[in-house]
């Protein structure tokens, strides 16, 4: 694609600010021209903020004819309904996580972005930061040997006023619980790094909430590798976030990652040398949030992809990955049984 990509998004709620300044970083490649959201109010705040024409109704705003890429920020359970919509006007779909709540919805997706010779991105900017791209590469290179153990936390705080917010949020059709959207980056961490799955057991509970959904659980995960992984989730921790950690345990290397949100390189130690272990005292960073500062890097990759000259960081397939690892322990707590990957639908 050559000149300058005209992106639309549609869902102007918290996270949509990440994608509209990160796109303001690229202003000779992309512009944001149009936003959309079913509420009046916020489409017009946004739209006005950031000089964008505004609507309230998707299907209005992808018939204008000059949008080349949808950035999806509205309610999980939408981003399929809302990225097919955009698929079939061949526009390129860029989708928070998770892509979808449901394994078929979300091949429903991939399909249609396949058949209409669109790309589509999920959003997984934390493997952008610049922690997990160290042990990213510890990994490839084969430092820790064979890995035996990989521990994640996620001990965070979601108040009731939180999911009383807005409607969709703990629904089983529209979100999912603190697997699906909170812990879901982390999910995701844990497959990209160690995965692939072998099978999984997990208890999940609400336990204080009053949402459909979890607010907590445990998953223990057997890798295809050999190696074991659990996976810690709540949502309830008193009185704010506490850590967002992953700690991996191998035969020639240990290394923690903390923080609140895996920007902290806590431990880091390896049998022999590389030259990146200089690199781990400056890795280290303060995110804003917990949503951290990867949106920029992503849409980089985006817009790299678009122009021809990268291949995508997270593709649908990629994106449907740790989506299918949250569904199977959805299903080992709801059956009480372990399950094995690949999952059936
Ligand atoms: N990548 C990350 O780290 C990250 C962080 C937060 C949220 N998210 C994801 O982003 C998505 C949105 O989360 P949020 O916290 O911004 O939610 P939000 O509720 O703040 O915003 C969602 C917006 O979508 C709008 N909307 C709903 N239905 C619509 C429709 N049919 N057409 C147009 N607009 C519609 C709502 O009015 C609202 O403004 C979720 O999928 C969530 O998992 C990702």
């Avoid at 589509?120 to 430092?143: C, E, H, P, Y």
Wanted: glycine letters at 10%.
């Amino acid at each position: 694609m050559k000149g300058i990509i005209n992106f639309g998004l549609v869902g102007c709620g918290r996270i949509s600010k990440n994608h509209v300044e990160a796109l303001a970083k690229f202003t000779e490649d992309a512009r944001l021209v149009a936003v959309c959201d079913v509420n009046a109010e916020k489409a017009k705040k946004t739209g006005e903020q950031y000089a964008a024409d505004y609507y309230t109704n998707l299907d209005d705003m992808l018939s204008r004819g000059d949008l080349d890429a949808i950035s999806i920020c509205t309610p999980s359970g939408l981003h399929p309904m809302h990225g097919i919509a955009a698929a079939k006007k061949k526009l390129h779909v860029i989708t928070e996580k998770p892509m979808a709540t449901s394994l078929k919805k979300a091949d429903e997706l991939i399909s249609a972005c396949d058949e209409n010779g669109v790309q589509l991105f999920v959003v997984k900017q934390n493997r952008l930061n610049s922690t997990l791209q160290l042990v990213k590469r510890a990994i490839d290179k084969g430092r820790f040997g064979r890995i035996y153990m990989v521990i994640v936390n996620v001990l965070w705080a979601r108040p009731q006023s939180y999911y009383d917010d807005a409607k969709w949020r703990g629904t089983w059709e529209f979100d999912g619980g603190a697997f699906m959207n909170q812990a879901s980056h982390y999910v995701d961490m844990i497959e990209w790094l160690i995965g692939p799955v072998e099978s999984v057991s997990a208890f999940t509970g609400t336990l204080a909430r009053k949402i459909e959904t979890e607010d907590s659980g445990v998953a223990a995960i057997k890798f295809r590798n050999g190696a074991f992984g659990s996976i810690n989730v709540t949502m309830l921790t008193y009185p704010k976030n506490l850590e967002g950690s992953l700690t991996i345990i191998g035969e020639t290397g240990t290394v923690r990652v903390g923080g609140i949100a895996v920007n902290k390189i806590e431990h880091w130690e390896f049998q022999d040398y590389d030259d990146d272990d200089k690199l781990v005292g400056t890795s280290t960073y303060n995110p804003p949030n917990v949503y951290g500062f990867g949106h920029t890097g992503y849409y980089k990759n985006v817009i790299d992809t678009l122009k021809g000259t990268a291949d995508p960081d997270t593709d649908g397939r990629e994106g449907r990955k740790s989506l299918e690892l949250i569904l199977g322990i959805y299903k080992a707590a709801r059956e009480g049984r372990s399950i094995p990957l690949p999952l059936e639908y």
